[in-house]
Structures are given as structure tokens and as C-alpha cells.
């Protein structure tokens, strides 16, 4: 079991999701024991064993539902001579398991102003792993985010993009200092596999946002669905930390399934769609010097 824990210790600080089965009870027999391991990664694969057999392949399919809705499960399977292939031996064998899922979710937040440090402290309590991601180094400092478990900085966004490897579990908030870094971040995070991506901003600015990048060409191909902007719950309030608030607020819901019902910031996913999909602005052109018949 050793190996399960140590490659479990590795999969956390990668950053990346599976699902642990343990054997928690046993009635008759059965090819497991009590606490046999066995470690489900989100491509299929696992290390450590349940005990073998056709029960083993359905807890992998087991653990991979749980990995999806990250919801903890007991479940209990009746044994026959099929499952074991023995022969005479076995009188009703059970064998119940937990499965849980042991992801941690990692949110990487662009910008390392007022809001974001707010925002590292909340999303840290509520279980995110938060990265800052700034282009000045006087602002990123382990001083000013101490509850950051990585903090990236380069003397542009560009260059921090580099050190990044955002994933399906990772959650993306930019809020960054000024609209065209806010833009050149929403556009990278986007253009990765992020499941939630979190824009500040009123919805003037987000659609304007939208448009450029439409009128860029790059919005061909983007899961709209994936973007909250304006980012948060809208919980009235406007102070740094309040902010902060709703926007974990959004996340931990987006997280566990329970967005439905809630009222949130962000512009429906069909609006964004449509702005999407007019067609780009034509360039204006400025009339000669002197003006018509100069």
C-alpha cells in the first residue's frame, strides 16, 4: 500500500485528480481484505489492488464516476464463483468499498492586487490550491500572499504563461490590473483546458472583451459555457474582500454542482454566443487629409 500513498503524494503536488477505493468491510469469501487500496487516475489507470478480479474493473468504473461529481460513495458488491473463478468455495461472499475523491483543485489567479490577495486567502480556506501569476515583482511576494502555494512572476503575463500547465481541474480568475492585460489573460486561459474561467469586470467591459477577441479570430473553437464574466455570486456587496468572497463562492458551487438556482454575475452563455458569433467589426477608415475632394 505503500506505493499507492507515495504516487498519491506525487498525483497532489502535479496537481492532478483520482479517486481512492478502500476496502472497508468483507463477509464470506472474498478475494480482498479490509483496507486493500487502490488508486484510480482520471485516465483509467490505477495503482494498488482491491483484489483482483471482475469486482476491481467495476470499482474503477466506480471511481471514476465519483472523480467526475466528486461525490463520495459506499458501495457493496455480492460475490459468485464467476467474479472469483473458484469453485465450490465461496457462500455468499461481500465486499463493500469507499471511494472518495482526492483531487485538489487549483485556482490561478491573474493579477496580484487588493482583490487578488483577498481572494488567495478565501480560496485557500475553502480548499484551492492557489497559484499568483503577476508581472511585478514587488506585488507577487510570498510577504503579500502567504497562503499561496506557488507564486509566478516575470516582467510580462507572457512570459508567466510559460510556467503555467492549467488542466481540466484548474480554475482561472483574472483580475488583473488594467483591461488589456485583463483581455491577454482571459484570451490564454480560454486557449487552455481550464474548466472555469473568471473575468471581473461589469458586463460593458466583458462584452467588449468578447468582441475583441471575436474580431481577433479567437473565439473560434472556445467553450463559451467555461467562462464566468462578470465573475461571482452577486451577493450586493463591493469591498475588496467581498469580492473575493463571491467570486469562491462561484467557484466552490461550480465545483460540486450547485450553480442552478443561483444568481450569478455572469452574462447567460447564449449572449455570450451571440456576440461571439457576429460577424467581426470592419476596420474604420479615416478620410484623406482635407477631406472630400482635397
Do not use: W
Not at 498525483?11 to 478475494?31: C, F, H, K, Y
Not at 481484505?33 to 469486482?55: A, D
Not at 491577454?184 to 467588449?208: F, M, N, W
Not at 465573475?231 to 463591493?238: S, T
Amino acid at each position: 500500500m505503500l506505493d499507492v500513498f507515495e504516487e498519491l503524494a506525487r498525483m497532489r503536488a502535479r496537481g492532478e485528480r483520482g479517486a481512492l477505493a478502500t476496502v472497508i468491510s468483507t463477509r464470506g469469501s472474498t478475494p480482498g481484505r479490509e483496507t486493500m487500496r487502490l488508486l484510480v487516475k482520471e485516465s483509467g489507470s490505477f495503482v494498488g489492488t482491491i483484489g483482483g478480479g471482475c469486482v476491481e474493473a467495476e470499482v474503477v468504473d466506480a471511481a471514476l464516476e465519483v472523480l467526475r461529481d466528486e461525490i463520495p460513495r459506499r458501495v457493496r458488491y455480492r460475490l459468485t464463483e464467476a467474479e472469483t473463478g473458484t469453485s465450490g468455495l465461496l457462500c455468499g461472499g461481500e465486499i463493500e468499498v469507499f471511494i472518495e475523491p482526492v483531487t485538489v483543485p487549483t485556482v490561478v489567479v491573474f493579477g496580484a492586487g487588493h482583490v487578488s490577495r483577498d481572494l488567495c486567502d478565501v480560496a485557500s480556506r475553502a480548499g484551492f490550491g492557489v497559484t499568483v501569476v503577476d508581472d511585478r515583482a514587488a506585488f507577487a511576494t510570498s510577504a503579500r500572499f502567504p497562503t499561496a502555494r506557488r507564486i509566478v512572476v516575470h516582467d510580462s503575463f507572457e512570459a508567466c504563461f510559460r510556467d503555467l500547465a492549467p488542466n481540466e481541474s484548474t480554475y482561472c480568475v483574472v483580475v488583473t490590473r488594467g483591461h488589456a492585460m485583463d483581455l491577454e489573460c482571459a484570451d490564454y486561459a480560454l486557449h487552455t483546458p481550464a474548466a472555469y474561467v473568471g473575468l471581473i469586470g461589469s458586463r460593458v467591459k466583458v462584452q467588449t472583451v468578447l468582441a475583441r477577441l471575436r474580431d481577433a479570430g479567437r473565439l473560434e473553437g472556445v467553450d463559451l459555457a467555461r467562462l464566468h464574466a462578470p465573475v461571482g455570486i452577486d451577493l450586493g456587496g463591493g469591498t475588496h474582500g467581498e469580492i473575493a468572497v463571491a467570486i469562491v463562492a462561484e467557484m466552490v458551487a461550480h465545483r460540486r454542482r450547485h450553480l442552478e438556482g443561483l444568481r450569478a454575475k455572469r452574462i447567460p452563455t447564449a449572449e455570450m454566443v451571440r456576440i461571439a458569433e457576429r460577424p467581426p467589426r470592419a476596420e474604420r477608415v479615416e478620410p484623406p487629409a482635407g477631406g472630400p475632394g482635397a
